[in-house]
């Protein structure tokens, strides 16, 4: 798929989409799916702890839960994108969160150990699907010029989800005092809600707008079959920033940041849960503001350095300091609402919109690998290294290895940076008009 010239931008060719009130409330539904998906994508991370203790779990098999949810996309992202094309984003997002409760029961059920993990293989067919199809969806809804705050707004409803299960064991402190079944059914539920909202946003989809014909429509309409796409090296540098970015901060946040929290900072459950959800708060309010000053004021990509080097910083704060845990929430907040709001509205500049579903795929392909990958090597190094409650040193190892993770993302934004500010830039530097 690799371009030997930069393609020219869709801006140039798809005309814009009219802006019509009820894009608001598909954008609602919307927020409400991706938060209740969230919810579930991190729901092992709160109970780890009390899988080790409660039924005799390896760090390896909590990794390996976690995992599991990225393991379908590997198969089937390309697929999923094509889907989308197919019969609409609409329907894919309404299948995708059917098949992800279907998981998140299996989950809850979740003894014997497989079924738990083939509750979490399930719930992965869903997952990524989801996210696509709801990423798709609303530039179906939102004209560019509106995009990256409707975008913004979206990704903060799931920073909620994730949030509320990471602060679960205090607002829900009986279920987690029951055992480790009890917030799991609670995730399920949460689910079931989700599905819900799929099904509104499938009502809406007949109502979308609908935008005027362009030389776009010509071109799909031509008999000559199905070229593959071919995307220029922004594309590529953009996809390595999705993929190391998110093999750091979903495999530390989900899974290891807790219990990390709690055996080498020594604090409680709740106290750690609390921590960790700072970082889904901060970025519920901050994202929207990012999404505006990027709008406004262009610069996404040396945005997107910026909020990619907090992410080494703060891991070599936790390992290397005794300062306060709060303050490396602060830091990767920041980061993890400046990234997100910058890099999805980007990926959308850079790709023509009619090969969106097929970029999507393949950036969700990829970062899935590196989400399971990076899941069970750190699951391997914490077992090597024993680290644990009558270990914490152990936990270094892992923090090196996500150090390392990060130092390769940074890379490639400064990459994307250098090349936005050359002739073949797609305008990532400048304000929207």
Not at 13 to 27: G, K, Q, S
Not at 58 to 85: E, F, K, M, R
Not at 118 to 142: D, K, N, P, S, T
Not at 155 to 178: E, F, I, Q
Request: a neutral charge; aromatic letters at 12%.
């Amino acid at each position: 798929m690799v371009a030997v010239t930069e393609p020219a931008g869709a801006n140039e060719l798809d005309p814009d989409l009219p802006a019509i009130p009820l894009r608001w409330l598909a954008l609602v539904v919307a927020a409400l799916a991706i938060l209740a998906t969230y919810y579930e994508t991190d729901v092992i991370g709160d109970i780890a702890d009390l899988l080790i203790r409660q039924r005799g779990l390896t760090q390896s098999q909590i990794g390996s839960l976690n995992a599991a949810i990225y393991w379908p996309s590997v198969v089937l992202a390309l697929i999923g994108g094509v889907l989308i094309d197919r019969y609409g984003a609409a329907r894919m997002a309404l299948w995708t969160a059917a098949i992800g409760l279907i998981g998140a029961c299996l989950t809850a059920i979740g003894n014997p150990y497989w079924i738990m993990w083939l509750g979490r293989l399930i719930f992965g067919v869903a997952e990524g699907a989801i996210f696509m199809a709801l990423v798709a969806g609303l530039a179906m809804w939102f004209p560019r010029r509106g995009i990256a705050l409707a975008t913004a707004l979206w990704l903060s409803m799931a920073r909620v989800g994730s949030a509320l299960c990471n602060s679960s064991s205090t607002w829900a402190k009986p279920l987690y005092d029951a055992g480790w079944q009890p917030p799991l059914w609670l995730g399920a539920a949460i689910t079931a809600l989700g599905l819900l909202a799929a099904v509104v946003f499938w009502l809406l989809d007949p109502y979308r707008p609908q935008r005027p014909a362009s030389a776009l429509d010509k071109r799909a309409a031509s008999p000559s079959g199905w070229r593959i796409p071919r995307f220029g090296a922004a594309f590529w540098y953009i996809l390595a920033l999705h993929v190391l970015y998110a093999a750091v901060f979903f495999p530390f946040r989900q899974t290891y940041a807790v219990e990390y929290l709690q055996h080498a900072k020594h604090m409680t459950l709740q106290a750690a849960s609390l921590s960790n959800s700072g970082v889904f708060v901060a970025a519920i309010f901050a994202t929207p503001l990012f999404g505006i000053i990027a709008d406004q004021f262009g610069h996404r990509a040396l945005m997107l350095i910026f909020g990619t080097v907090l992410l080494p910083a703060t891991l070599a704060l936790l390992g290397l300091t005794d300062l306060s845990p709060w303050l490396s929430t602060v830091l990767m907040g920041i980061s993890w609402s400046l990234v997100p709001a910058v890099i999805w509205p980007s990926t959308t500049m850079i790709v023509p919109r009619e090969q969106l579903g097929t970029a999507l795929g393949l950036i969700t392909l990829i970062q899935a690998i590196g989400i399971g990958a990076s899941n069970m090597v750190a699951g391997y190094i914490a077992d090597y290294a024993q680290a644990g409650p009558s270990n914490p040193a152990g936990y270094g190892a892992v923090l090196l290895f996500f150090g390392l993770v990060s130092l390769a993302a940074l890379t490639s934004v400064v990459l994307l940076w250098r090349h936005e500010t050359g002739p073949y830039g797609h305008g990532l530097e400048r304000p929207s008009a």
